[in-house]
């Protein structure tokens, strides 16, 4: 049932704010149509947004707008990350955190641009997405957006397009990079697969902070001889322990100064147990601030998780980051773009103490949020009809018509 008859508020905010981006009226009406059925359509796909609205262009104009029309998405990734340093409580700060992961993009067709088989280890199968590293910022606030993404192309695909192949460590050092250029601070902070020689040691050189997960497995040098991490853990005595407690949650832990085999700095080694007679380690970590306290630690590691699997996961479920079945790889990196404005855009009511104009209640997800502007919407639609019937004399029947349900 076509039932938006007008924007919702928020998307007539972000008309206003992203003015500059397009280059006219109609390349706006299009940003406005696609950023308002990421938030409120059924089936987040050009055909699905598109179907949402009861007065309207042609479907295949919203699919030139996205695929082909003559608009930078760098230019309008560029501007969001401007405007989200105006507010206090999504503004760089030395003591954020930068959280860069990798996440699979579901699709449906095998003809999208740069899909691939890929393993899914939550779901323990093989799947058809897109890989998209995704660097993510974690305010002191506590409120998170990404930043910028890359996305991994097979070796073989590459090879068949003749151009460079660049492996997972090639991207996240392109990510850091992007971050470095545009003066974001920040702790980088990451899992076991990119605690490596290979990311660590650049990062090192750029002079940025990093913690980083560490492998059971990964070789350190311990009292002298070279062991496993879990040995060198084992290895440490009970009355050793100390506890910790970050975010209500109490742990043990050891901490030392160590080497690693093919790091050109030292690290500092944080082992967290459960119990502090666990007889294996929880947790695992490293960083280059010799001198940062285990708290300051812990704390950065711990936001990795807020920084990315929320996103991915809000991303996903509620603003179709892995709905576009565009098979044009230009049109899957503009829907991402789009997708990050959307996200942005609803992070002013995250937390607030207030609710925004847009919606008649405080919201604590992104979920919430979506259902403001559905809210929001609909509102507008009910004024609409009301509208028709008081002051230009339109039958029920006319209006059911209008909006197809009949």
């Known amino acids: 049932m076509p039932a938006i008859v007008r924007f919702p508020e928020v998307v007539e905010q972000a008309l206003a704010i992203y003015d500059a981006v ?19 359509a059924q089936r987040k796909t050009v055909n699905g947004i598109h179907a949402e609205y009861v007065d309207t262009t042609d479907q295949s ?32 700060s030395k003591y954020g955190v930068i959280a860069i992961d990798d996440t699979l993009i579901d699709h449906d067709g095998k003809l999208i641009e740069d899909v691939g088989y890929f393993w899914d280890h939550a779901e323990q199968r093989s799947k058809i997405a897109h890989d998209l590293l995704i660097a993510n910022y974690v305010a002191t606030s506590g409120k998170h957006y990404p930043l910028e993404f890359r996305r991994f192309r097979k070796e073989e695909q590459c090879r068949e397009k003749e151009e460079e192949f660049k492996d997972h460590t090639t991207l996240f050092l392109e990510l850091v990079d992007f971050c470095i250029a545009h003066d974001i601070p920040g702790t980088f902070v990451f899992d076991s697969y990119f605690t490596n020689a290979e990311v660590l040691n650049p990062l090192h050189a750029r002079q940025r902070d990093y913690v980083g997960d560490l492998k059971y497995n990964r070789k350190v040098v311990w009292s002298g001889r070279v062991m ?31 080497r690693i085999p093919k790091l050109d700095h030292k690290v500092k080694v944080v082992i967290l147990w459960k119990n502090q007679n666990e007889a294996v380690a929880s947790k695992l970590l490293i960083t280059n601030q010799l001198n940062w306290e285990v708290k300051r630690i812990v704390g950065a590691y711990r936001r990795r998780w807020t920084g990315t699997e929320t996103f991915h996961r809000d991303g996903k479920q509620h603003l179709g980051l892995g709905d576009c079945q565009l098979r044009n790889g230009e049109g899957q990196t503009r829907h991402t773009y789009l997708v990050f404005t959307a996200y942005s855009l609803l992070l002013p009511q995250m937390k607030s103490c ?27 639609t009910i004024r609409w009809v009301v509208d028709k019937v008081q002051e230009h004399s339109w039958s029920s029947e006319k209006i059911c018509n209008h909006l197809a349900l009949t």
């Not at 699919?63 to 405007?83: C, G, I, M, Y």
């Not at 207030?354 to 949020?369: M, N, Y």
């Open 61 to 92: 104009c919203l699919n030139r707008w996205l695929n082909e029309s003559p608009w930078d998405p760098v230019a309008l990734n560029e501007a969001r990350l401007q405007e989200l340093q105006k507010r206090h409580d999504t503004r760089y």
């Open 228 to 258: 496993s991490a879990d040995e060198m853990a084992a290895s440490i005595p009970f009355e050793s322990r100390k506890p910790v407690e970050t975010d209500g949650k109490e742990q043990w832990y050891f901490s030392r100064s160590i």
């Open 22 to 40: 397009f280059q006219n009226k109609n390349q706006r009406q299009h940003f406005g149509e696609y950023l308002t059925g990421l938030y409120i």
């Open 354 to 380: 207030r609710a925004q104009e847009w919606s008649t209640a405080l919201v604590s997800t992104i979920g919430d949020a979506c259902r403001a502007v559905l809210h929001d919407t609909l509102a507008r």
